[in-house]
């Protein structure tokens, strides 16, 4: 192999780990330990970064800054693949994504995980045939699927890897949200993943998901004899809010280059107003189709730039750490860690895991293995991540934690004298079924505001109307009776033809 070669898959492997690496500080950004997630003003947020002094002098680290449950379940994605390597049965690897999304479940203490996330993986039997499936739920069109997936597209980037990125993709998000817009969020994130590693233009991304790779998912989806009526019956939402979407930005054909109003350069509340207008239930990011909306939103305009990246992809008043953890990793796969500040990577909670699932997925999908990494031969699975489930962070001292993350901030960049050996698959077995089923889990999923109250379809007297004016951005969101907010936070509504919907 010639040096430029060498040069470009180092090039290339470092932007993989930075996918996974910005992804979980984007994660921590948008959370700020439950502060920022929850906080509904952007301009709040952004007051409150001045006073930490920016972007720039954040180093994000626990305890102060942890990842929330995006990132868990990310990692678990992560995971999955890499213990599943390049096997051909794709039933394995479904059992591994539900025996680790069970698992990653003993790790939510402080990070607020969905109810929607929480009540599914309770249902899955990764020791049972077909045991990671689960009912279709006409609430589940949140963004949990969407804030995992883009490990996905590093497995499966390659054109002719399309079909597999689909069916993954969405039998992965299928597994706690099957519902249309939330797994087609999942969908989303790991197709713009691939993308970004393909170096696609980014202008075509989102025409290329509603013209055709969207097709494809519900072709996919008609082929499914169980709950096919269900998923085609609210297939529509999604397709339609990213249309629209589109048609705002002029990317409808994938050829134009993309339209941002003068406001967002400098008004945060208006960029939250947009935010809120695409949204499903008035909090940007939150469903599936505008989690990653958001992100792209976010990529399309930074020009490579981290701070302009996380002044609109992370600090707005919506779902801030899921719309983060897929704008932190789209920026990774495609600029590496230029231009972003040590102190905000260097110590990220849960670095050395996502250095080895990156530098693994890498290794994966391209071929590349070395001796002591993960063996000799190019389809054996790399499955040098360990398979303890870390303790949490949070509680912490930071020098701790600086302490355990040097060797793979080390790695980063470019000393791999200290590079762990490989680890062992998982077994998932019956002891190992026994013994996980002592363990108290999901019993911190309780205490998201994302959750709702109420029933799905109640009445409402007035038909609810969005009208907004590109120009100034002045949102109308009409009137609504008859409707009762009962929520700990805001209640998740969208309203449409005279009924309004709920949505976890």
């Known amino acids: 192999m010639g040096e430029n070669a060498l040069v470009k898959d180092e090039t290339l492997k470092q932007k993989y780990v930075a996918a996974m690496v910005l992804g979980a500080v984007g994660d921590s950004l948008g959370y700020y330990n439950g502060r920022w997630e ?3 003003s952007g301009e709040r947020i952004h007051t409150e970064l001045k006073r930490l002094g920016g972007l720039d002098a954040l180093e994000v680290c626990p305890p102060k800054w942890i990842v929330s ?5 990310h990692i678990a994605t992560g995971r999955a693949l890499v213990q599943y390597g390049h096997r051909a049965n794709f039933e394995d690897l479904f059992q591994t994504l539900a025996f680790e999304y069970k698992q990653c479940m003993t790790d939510m203490n402080g990070r607020e995980p969905g109810l929607t996330c929480a009540e599914a993986c309770e249902k899955l039997d990764p020791w049972k045939t077909g045991g990671w499936r689960i009912p279709f739920n006409d609430r589940a069109g949140g963004c949990g699927a969407a804030m995992r997936a883009m490990c996905i597209g590093l497995r499966y980037p390659h054109e002719d890897q399309l079909d597999d990125l689909i069916k993954v993709s969405i039998e992965a998000g299928r597994m706690t949200h099957h ?8 969908l989303t994130s790991a197709l713009f993943m691939s993308y970004a590693i393909r170096g696609k233009q980014l202008r075509e991304w989102g025409a290329a998901l509603i013209q055709n790779v969207v097709v494809m998912a519900k072709e996919y989806i008609e082929k499914d004899c169980v709950y096919n009526c269900d998923n085609v019956k609210h297939w529509s939402y999604f397709t339609e809010r990213w249309n629209e979407y589109l048609r705002l930005r002029n990317i409808a054909d994938g050829k134009s280059e993309p339209i941002f109003p003068e406001y967002y350069k400098t008004n945060v509340n208006k960029r939250d107003q947009f935010y809120t207008f ?41 779902d801030s750490d899921s719309t983060g953890i897929i704008a932190g990793s789209l920026f990774g796969a495609l600029y590496g860690f230029n231009g972003v500040p040590e102190g905000n990577h260097s110590h990220v909670e849960k670095l050395a895991d996502l250095v080895k699932i990156g530098e693994s997925l890498f290794n994966l999908s391209f071929g590349k293995t070395s001796p002591g990494q993960c063996g000799n031969e190019a389809n054996e699975p790399c499955t040098d991540v360990e398979q303890e489930n870390p303790k949490s962070a949070s509680g912490g001292e930071e020098e701790t934690h600086r302490k355990e993350n ?10 791999t004298t200290n590079a762990r050996d490989c680890g062992k698959d998982t077994v998932i077995d019956e002891d190992a079924r026994e013994e996980f089923n002592k363990k108290p889990h999901g019993s911190n999923a309780v205490t998201d505001v994302r959750n709702v109250n109420g029933s799905a379809n109640v009445p409402t007297e007035e038909v609810f109307e969005t009208n907004i004016d590109t120009n100034d951005t002045t949102v109308n969101y009409g009137s609504v009776q008859g409707v009762d907010r009962k929520s700990n936070g805001d209640c998740s509504t969208h309203i449409i033809a005279g009924t309004m919907e709920t949505h976890l």
């Not at 040097?406 to 000393?415: K, L, R, T, Y």
């Open 69 to 73: 449950d995006d990132t868990v379940m």
């Open 38 to 40: 929850f906080e509904r």
């Open 179 to 186: 519902h249309p817009t939330g797994y087609l969020g999942s």
């Open 278 to 318: 695409i949204s499903y239930d008035n909090w940007g990011g939150s469903s599936g189709h505008d989690a990653p909306l958001i992100a792209y939103d976010a990529i399309l305009e930074c020009n490579g730039n981290w701070q302009t990246l996380c002044e609109r992809g992370i600090f707005h008043g919506g």
């Open 406 to 415: 040097q060797m793979a901030f080390d790695q980063i960049n470019g000393d």
